[in-house]
């Protein structure tokens, strides 16, 4: 009563923001109008309640913000309150909310377009399909609105991946990100990249309190609950994070005007959405009607489409029917739109002549192969897999992607399947789950398949669905044999004698250094238990350890290529931190030797932190060292006589306080990261071989890395390019090699010094 209550007076306060949504919505959704007001009244109530949203849903005016607690109610997560049964009724509400904000998008640009002159109404000099445009590339460094747009390519280190969305953007830059800069990707577990507002990275417990988690490494899972411009904004800052140079990584992307669908749907008992023929959405009779001089015109001169609500568009169909016919249209605009609406297939703002998006041989052809699909057994036939199925069919036609093609079988449908949201059904109440599908399919075939021919042999299924029934966060019994490559576990078996053995290999390793390598184990398997391999010749060293892992995840965490004791989930980090902190001595050989058995980087960050290297070679226990650390930092001020040094510059070591251990250029380094009082050490990062870098004040005004090596090239007299500025810090021995990730920033603000100083 006290919701209902509060419900009945917000309704006042809303009245005027209703009026013209509810105006809207008897025109377009009569029967469901009272209903969808309703529902969002309720809704604001027990989401302002729960601080879900900071005002009413009718003040929300921003599409994105709407879009976003749509996909929250159907993913069941960011949103925490108790909806019951009224989940259809709310998507439904929100879906309609949506298209009206749309809706005035549309006549806003509309009426922009109307302050511009018409010319001579000559409709082959205007392209009014808004899906070709050209492709732009992404700047990490300006600030751009990337909303209404979509990628497709992106382009890392020169290897270029095929995307479809924002969200497959971030993905894969963040799991390429990884594969090259582990110890940086993995220090943002539990983090946000911007130091504040949300975690962007979380392992396996942490990702269940995000919205939109997506795997990028074994345990580790991005928050893709972003908005396209937050993504790109964030992908720069996970570049810089990695010092990788912006003009590697390159995302094109395009504008579409076509961003939303505008169908009449009904919504089935069991949730999902049947469209039905769109030939009955017009419940008009037109006796008498030539529809004949609308399909010539139509086809002759909106051949890419015709704007059903525009006005711009109604008065050039009129201007060329006069001068097609010879005569005026006396019809008003209503029911020249009602005539033409009879005839036509609507796709977002433009309508289409049936003949226009595609022949009739290949409508045959379309539906001869759902049917087929449908008699070999499939429970549901995807409007991407059609899409792509009988794709260069459509060239030359007006049928560019899957939602298109969605609205022509809705059109020509004819009662013969089931129409939702992403796919078709033969029945109406058909349970479709294209896991189920994935997994009966990769049992039978019972060996490994890659994803190309998985997505050959389930061309029915969305694409994109099958990638992510066998490598998204919840696939686990889909192993991945290789790249590219996965199999079921469950065509591999194991007899108990091999599962004792394997579980007693794993437990001895784990009582004697606390965890076991993954290609350790599957080393100790084929030379331990041979068979296993003849059984299955198919498998690759890295299927073997994770269908191990499937296999025996009630018994050890497996995380990543470490297996250590159950609800411990060891992560590469600790392992080489725990390496370093059990010895008093160790070699460069032995760290190598952990990296060949973990297949992984050295970790070099987690040795520096829990050890002390004494030469190129050796490392012992920090306990060992014994710095003077005050007549230390004196010794390397005689050297350091302003705010910074290279490392390298410093090669003599006669006034140096004896440490313990001969002085030389690697302990130099260790020293100045761990023990100084007086200096820091500014570096890009710890490596196997020499050490670069610089030597600096603590009292000195550099805060990180680039701005010093801005100073120095400011001062140097070189030419300000990429080629002469990366030779220079290389030979100065503040970079290793002639790469690093910011070197266009770095530049930037050494011109800026330079031209300061005159």
């Known amino acids: ?43 604001s109530m027990l989401l302002l309640k729960s601080k879900a949203v900071h005002s009413r849903i009718l003040q929300i005016k921003d599409i994105g913000e709407i879009e976003s607690l749509i996909e929250k109610f159907r993913i069941n997560k960011g949103i925490n309150i108790y909806i019951g049964d009224k989940k259809t009724a709310y998507i439904t509400a929100l879906s309609a909310y949506e298209d009206y904000l749309q809706y005035l998008q549309n006549e806003h640009n ?95 417990v942490g990702s269940d309190a995000m919205v939109a988690p997506r795997k990028i490494a074994d345990d580790l899972f991005l928050e893709t609950n972003e908005s396209a411009t937050d993504i790109v904004k964030k992908m720069g800052l996970f570049l810089n994070l990695c010092n990788v140079d912006y003009n590697e990584v390159k995302v094109r992307y395009s504008f579409s005007r076509n961003n939303r669908r505008q169908v009449n749907t009904v919504h089935l008992s069991d949730g999902s959405v049947d469209i039905g023929d769109q030939a009955a959405k017009v419940e008009e009779t037109f006796e008498g009607v030539d529809f004949a001089p609308y399909r010539k015109l139509l086809i002759e001169k909106f051949s890419k489409g015709f704007r059903i609500d525009s006005g711009l568009d109604m008065r050039r169909f009129r201007s ?79 049928i560019n992607n899957s939602e298109m093609l969605k609205s022509y079988l809705s059109f020509a449908n004819n009662g013969r399947f ?53 490598a998204g966060s919840h696939s686990a019994e889909f192993v991945r044999n290789q790249k590219g490559e996965y199999f079921h576990a469950d065509i591999i078996q194991f007899t108990q004698q091999e599962i004792d053995t394997i579980t007693e290999m794993i437990q001895r390793a784990i009582d004697d250094k606390g965890y076991m390598g993954g290609k350790e184990l599957t080393d100790a398997i084929e030379v331990k238990l041979p068979t296993v391999m003849e059984r299955y010749p198919f498998l690759e060293w890295l299927g073997l350890r994770d269908v191990i892992a499937y296999k025996l995840r009630d018994m050890f965490s497996f995380k990543g290529k470490i297996i250590s004791p159950y609800g411990q989930n060891l992560s590469m980090t600790e392992v080489f931190a725990h390496f370093a902190l059990m010895r008093d001595y160790f070699t460069l050989e032995q760290l190598n030797s952990l990296k060949r058995d973990l297949d992984t980087p050295i970790y070099f960050d987690s040795v520096y932190a829990n050890s002390l290297r004494i030469n190129a070679d050796e490392f012992v226990s920090r306990d060992q060292a014994a710095f003077d650390i005050e007549a230390t930092d004196a010794a390397i001020s005689r050297f350091c006589t302003g705010d910074y040094i290279a490392l390298r510059k410093i090669s003599f070591f006669g006034s140096f306080p004896d440490s313990g251990f001969p002085w030389n250029d690697f302990l130099l380094e260790h020293y100045v990261a761990e023990f100084s009082k007086d200096f820091k050490l500014m570096h890009s990062g710890f490596t196997a071989g020499k050490p670069v870098g610089a030597i600096v004040r603590r009292s000195s005004r550099y805060n990180d890395f680039d701005e010093l090596l801005s100073a120095e090239l400011a001062v140097s007299g070189i030419p300000l390019d990429r080629e002469n500025a990366l030779q220079y810090l290389v030979d100065n021995g503040l970079l290793a090699r002639k790469n690093y990730g910011k070197i266009e920033q770095v530049l930037s603000t050494a011109k800026q010094q330079r031209l300061t100083k005159g």
């Open 1 to 43: 009563m006290e919701l209902l209550g509060e419900t009945m007076e917000a309704s006042k306060s809303d009245k005027a923001e209703n009026m013209s949504f509810a105006s809207w919505l008897k025109m377009n959704h009569p029967k469901q109008a009272k209903q969808d007001i309703f529902s969002l009244k309720v809704l």
């Open 110 to 204: 509309e009426n922009n377009e109307r302050t511009e002159p018409e010319g001579s109404g000559d409709a082959d000099k205007e392209s009014v399909d808004g899906d070709e445009t050209d492709e732009m590339k992404v700047s990490f460094t300006e600030s751009r609105n990337y909303k209404y747009t979509r990628p497709s390519d992106l382009e890392y280190f020169g290897t270029h991946y095929s995307i479809r969305n924002w969200t497959q953007a971030y993905v894969q830059t963040l799991k390429c990100l990884f594969e090259d800069y582990p110890d940086q990707i993995s220090s943002m577990r539990g983090k946000s990249i911007r130091g504040k507002e949300k975690i962007d990275i979380a392992d396996t």
């Open 320 to 398: 060329f029917w006069e001068t097609m016919y010879r005569k005026e249209l006396t019809e008003s605009n209503e029911d020249i739109r009602k005539r033409i609406n009879y005839i036509t297939i609507r796709c977002n703002d433009f309508v289409y002549l049936p003949e226009m998006m595609m022949t009739e041989q290949t409508a045959e052809r379309i539906f001869a192969y759902i049917t087929e699909c449908f008699q070999d057994g499939k429970i549901a036939v995807y409007f991407d897999a059609l899409y792509k199925e009988f794709e260069n069919e459509f060239e030359g036609k007006r």
């Open 418 to 470: 089931y129409i939702h949201k992403n796919y078709l059904t033969k029945d109406a109440h058909a349970k479709v789950n294209p896991t189920d599908e994935v997994r009966n399919y990769m049992i039978t075939i019972g060996v490994p398949v890659t994803v190309d021919d998985l997505k050959a042999a389930l061309s029915h299924i969305n694409a994109d669905a099958v990638y992510w029934a066998v």
